[in-house]
C-alpha cells in the first residue's frame, strides 16, 4: 500500500499528487466511513484554507475494501442526482468523464479528489492522475462534504478540522 504519510527526515509530507499544490503537512480532517461493522473508507480533507473547505482541496478516500469501478460510477452519479434532483439522465458527461477517471480500488487505495476551481475536479489514483470532472466537481464533492450529505457527522467531522480516528 502506497502510504498516504512519507516520513522525510522526521516531517510528515502530504501525498504526491498533493505536493506543490499545498503546504499542509497532514490533513486538515479526517473521518472514518462505515456501513454497519464495516470499515469502508477513511476521508481525507487536505487545504491551506482557514475556513473548511477552501476555494482549492484535495479530498482523498482511502480504501478499506474493494470496490469495482461501476460501483462507484453508478454510486457517484446516483449520489449526485439526489442531492441535485436532477435526473440521472441528466450526467451523462459526468458519467463519461468517471469512466475513464475511475477504476476497480482494493483495501489500501486512495483516491485523491482535487477541487482545482469551481465545478472542476481532477482525480488521482495513488499518487497516478486518472482524469478530470470537468463540470458537476463540486456536485461530486458535496457527496461528502455538502449539506446534503448523507453522512452529515461525519461532513461535519470533515469540516470541522477534527480527525475521529
Avoid at 477552501?54 to 480504501?63: D, V
Avoid at 459526468?94 to 483495501?107: K, P
Avoid at 486518472?130 to 453522512?151: A, E, K, N
Amino acid at each position: 500500500m502506497l502510504a498516504l504519510l512519507c516520513a522525510i527526515g522526521g516531517t510528515a509530507v502530504a501525498s504526491p499528487e498533493l505536493a506543490g499544490r499545498i503546504a499542509a503537512e497532514r490533513p486538515a480532517a479526517c473521518a472514518d466511513y462505515r456501513f454497519l461493522f464495516l470499515s469502508l473508507y477513511r476521508a481525507e480533507l487536505w487545504t491551506d484554507a482557514a475556513e473548511m473547505p477552501g476555494e482549492t482541496f484535495g479530498l482523498s478516500l482511502i480504501y478499506r475494501r474493494s470496490f469495482s469501478r461501476d460501483d462507484l460510477i453508478s454510486n457517484s452519479i446516483s449520489e449526485m442526482a439526489r442531492i441535485s434532483g436532477r435526473p440521472e439522465a441528466d450526467f451523462d458527461v459526468a458519467r463519461a468523464e468517471l469512466d475513464e477517471a475511475f477504476q476497480d480500488v482494493v483495501s489500501g487505495d486512495r483516491y485523491t479528489a482535487w477541487r482545482s476551481g469551481p465545478g472542476s475536479v481532477e482525480f488521482f489514483l495513488n499518487g497516478a492522475p486518472t482524469g478530470t470532472l470537468s463540470r458537476d466537481g463540486d456536485l461530486f464533492l458535496d457527496i461528502w462534504l455538502g449539506p446534503q450529505s448523507r453522512d452529515l457527522k461525519r461532513r461535519n467531522i470533515l469540516l470541522s478540522g477534527r480527525c475521529d480516528g
